[in-house]
């Protein structure tokens, strides 16, 4: 009978605790690593392991998991003699949720002469999406570590979307998030025009839903109440998503085009 696979997971916040929940709720092995002890309290509680640091958490781990916010914290706790890649088991593979840069990964590829399969994972979704199982993950790297993860991120994702190459799932997800960065800087300036012909916003975003200018965009604004509800939840990430696909492309050697035109000139602050 083999042994069951050790789930190890860093970056249980907003996002990452209820990816914790739905491990544990699927019969998983999950050790889990945080700073936060109300974090700690709470998926120990679930049934999760506690691991004692990061380096802990790598040793002991089949699968990493990681659902960090940046390249930076990435790095942080990615590198050095105890970070996760010199202490990675053998053979492991290191899943990363960060949206982020290819670079960033492949620099903790290159770190160690020994180092997991690492696969870019970046997201699409919320909270409700994890705890329904229908999160979006998109998933870059070799395609036998890309089929060995998938049942263990089955749990929370469906679809898991295979890219290609290491970075490719990073480039779509970028790619999107500028996308969907313009829809919302457009959102925001036909609401602009609909108030300034004396249209009621919150009018405007329901008859949107039924119309041909509808978008994932306007669906969130009308989900969460309003444009107002929207910008204030929404711009922290978007302006992330924007430095992180300015930083991309400026790496690619290419710019955004039409869709960097977009996001700047919007009435939006990103």
């Known amino acids: 009978m083999s042994r069951q696979k050790v789930v190890g ?3 249980a916040g907003n996002l990452g605790e209820p990816m914790v929940s739905r491990l544990l709720a699927a019969g998983n092995d999950v050790l889990v690593y945080a700073r936060r002890p109300d974090r700690r309290d709470r998926v120990a509680a679930q049934g ?27 790095i942080e706790v990615g590198l050095g003699p105890d970070g996760l890649i010199a202490n990675a088991k053998a053979g492991s593979v290191f899943v990363s949720h960060t949206t982020g840069t290819v670079s960033t990964l492949t620099a903790l590829r290159d770190s160690h002469p020994s180092p997991p399969v690492i696969l ?25 570590a890309v089929r060995e993860v998938t049942p263990v991120l089955a749990a929370y994702a469906d679809p898991i ?6 970075g490719s799932a990073l480039a779509i997800k970028l790619v999107n998030n500028v996308l969907f960065s313009c829809n919302a800087q457009l959102l925001a300036a036909a609401i602009e025009l609909g108030q300034a012909l004396g249209v009621d916003a919150d009018a405007l975003l329901s008859a949107l839903q039924v119309c041909s200018g ?11 109440g309003g444009i107002e509800n929207f910008t204030e939840r929404a711009t922290p990430f978007l302006r992330k998503d924007i430095a992180a696909a300015l930083e991309a492309a400026g790496e690619a050697g290419v710019d955004l085009g039409l869709l960097g035109v977009v996001v700047d000139s919007g009435p939006l602050a990103l």
């Open 120 to 144: 870019d994972a970046p997201v699409s979704g919320t909270v409700e999406n994890i705890d329904a199982g229908n999160l979006t993950v998109l998933l870059g790297g070799p395609s036998d």
């Open 48 to 74: 999760a392991t506690v691991a004692e640091s990061a380096s802990d958490l790598a040793r002991r781990s089949d699968v990493l998991v990681s659902c960090l916010f940046s390249d930076a914290q990435l």
């Open 161 to 166: 979307v295979p890219t290609g190459e290491l």
């Open 9 to 11: 997971f860093i970056g």
């Open 214 to 224: 509808a978008s994932h965009a306007t669906a969130q604004a009308h989900h969460v």
